[in-house]
C-alpha cells in the first residue's frame, strides 16, 4: 500500500492487518510511542475539518512524528493560483507523508501522482472518505466484536455522503452483510453505489421512514445534512430536518444497537440520545485517532513505487460532466481518463469521481 486514496485500495486482509495494529496501539500505546520519530506529516486541509484533522495530528504525535500543514485553502499558495499538482510536489519534498482533503472530487489521487510520497485522501467533496471509514470498522469491530453478518441502517444524505459511499463499498467485502438506506428520494445513494452492491450480492433495501425500521437495526448510523454540497439555500432548507433520532425512536431499537455519526451533527441525532448506552459517536471519533495511527505506521512501513497514471480508456476532448470533479478545476492540467463500463450504448465512469456519463451526454459536447 503506497497510497490510500478508496476504501477499495485495501484487501480485506489488509483491512484486518490495520484493525490488529489499531487494537495492540489501543492496548500498548507506550510500545508505539516513538516508531515515527523523526516523521514528517504534512496535513493539507483545503476544506474546514475538527476529528479529520485533528485526529491525524493527534496520531502522528501520539507515534512521535510532527506534523506541519495548514487548515483551509486561505492558507495555501491555491489562492494565488498553484496548481494541486505543484503543490504536491513541493510539500513532498518536505515531508514523508500526506494527508489531504479537498473539495474537488480525485484532488487527493491527483496529489499521489504528482507526490514523490505516499497520500492519504482525508475527504474529497463528496466522493470518498476511507479513513472515516476505516474509523466506522474498528468502531464496529470493537463495539459489535465482527464486520459480518450485520444489519447496517445508514440514514440522511446518501447522495453526497463522501462517508456513506466508503463504508459500503467496505462492508460490502465482508459477508452476510445486510443494507437498510434510509433517505429521501432527493437524497437517494448515487446509482453507481446500487451498483456496487447488487454486484456484490449483498440484500439491500430503500425506504423513506427511520421509524419502520428501528427494530430492525444492528448498526444505524446517522449523517448530517450537509449544508456545503447543496447548489442553494431552499435546496438545503427543503431536506433539512427530515430524520432526527430522538429517545422515542430508541425506544423501538434492539437492546443491542450501536448508533454512529461520522460527526458533526446539526440536528439529526438529539442531545438526549448521547447519555444512551447504545450511542458510540463520541467513542468512534476517539477511534478515528487510533485508526490513523496504525494506517500511517503502516504505509511508513511499506517500500513502494506509485502506481501508473493511466488505467482505463483516455478519451480525447471529452470532459467530465460532475462539475465538482477535480477534472474541471481550472487551475489543473489534468487530462480526464474514463473507464468503460458499457459498449452499447457507451456508458463510462470519470476515473477521478466515478461519475457515470452516458453516450447522449458525451455527444452533447460535441454539438
Do not use: W
Not at 204 to 209: I, N, R
Not at 235 to 246: H, P, R, S, T
Not at 310 to 332: A, D, L, Q, R, W
Amino acid at each position: 500500500m503506497k497510497n490510500l486514496m478508496s476504501i477499495t485500495d485495501l484487501t480485506v486482509e489488509e483491512i484486518d492487518e490495520l484493525m490488529a495494529v489499531a487494537e495492540d496501539i489501543i492496548a500498548n500505546p507506550v510500545k508505539y510511542q516513538d516508531s515515527c520519530r523523526h516523521k514528517l506529516l504534512a496535513t493539507l486541509f483545503f476544506e474546514p475539518s475538527t476529528r479529520t484533522r485533528l485526529s491525524f495530528e493527534a496520531a502522528m504525535h501520539r507515534l512521535g512524528g510532527s506534523v506541519i500543514g495548514f487548515s483551509d485553502s486561505g492558507s495555501s499558495s491555491s489562492t494565488k493560483g498553484e496548481s494541486l499538482s505543484d503543490t504536491a510536489q513541493v510539500v513532498g519534498s518536505y515531508v514523508d507523508i500526506i494527508a489531504m482533503r479537498h473539495p474537488k472530487e480525485g484532488a487527493p489521487y491527483v496529489a499521489s501522482q504528482n507526490a514523490s510520497i505516499p497520500v492519504i485522501n482525508a475527504g474529497d467533496g463528496g466522493h470518498l472518505h476511507p479513513t472515516q471509514t476505516l474509523t466506522d470498522l474498528l468502531t464496529m469491530k470493537e463495539e459489535k466484536g465482527r464486520l459480518e453478518n450485520l444489519t447496517i441502517g445508514i440514514c440522511g444524505d446518501l447522495k453526497n455522503g463522501r462517508t456513506v459511499h466508503s463504508l459500503i463499498k467496505a462492508m460490502s467485502c465482508f459477508k452476510g452483510n445486510k443494507f437498510v438506506l434510509i433517505s429521501t428520494k432527493e437524497l437517494a445513494l448515487p446509482m453507481y453505489i446500487k451498483d456496487l452492491l447488487s454486484a456484490s450480492g449483498l440484500d439491500y433495501k430503500e425506504v423513506t421512514s427511520l421509524d419502520e425500521v428501528m427494530d430492525e437495526l444492528d448498526v444505524l448510523y446517522m449523517t448530517r445534512i450537509q449544508r456545503e454540497r447543496f447548489a442553494s439555500e431552499e435546496e438545503y432548507q427543503a431536506q433539512k430536518g427530515c430524520y432526527i433520532l430522538d429517545h422515542e425512536k430508541m425506544l423501538k431499537a434492539k437492546s443491542d444497537l450501536i448508533v454512529l455519526h461520522p460527526l458533526p451533527r446539526v440536528d439529526e441525532i438529539a442531545i438526549e440520545v448521547d447519555d444512551d448506552s447504545r450511542a458510540m459517536y463520541f467513542e468512534q471519533a476517539k477511534y478515528g485517532m487510533y485508526v490513523r495511527m496504525a494506517l500511517i505506521l503502516t504505509i511508513l512501513k511499506k517500500d513502494g513505487t506509485p502506481a501508473p497514471l493511466v488505467y482505463g480508456k483516455c478519451h480525447s476532448g471529452v470532459k467530465c460532466s460532475n462539475p465538482k470533479c477535480i477534472t474541471n478545476y481550472e487551475n489543473e492540467p489534468i487530462t480526464p481518463i474514463f473507464n468503460v463500463i458499457e459498449k452499447n450504448p457507451t456508458v463510462v465512469r470519470c476515473h477521478y469521481c466515478e461519475k457515470l456519463i452516458k453516450s447522449e451526454d458525451i455527444d452533447k459536447q460535441f454539438e
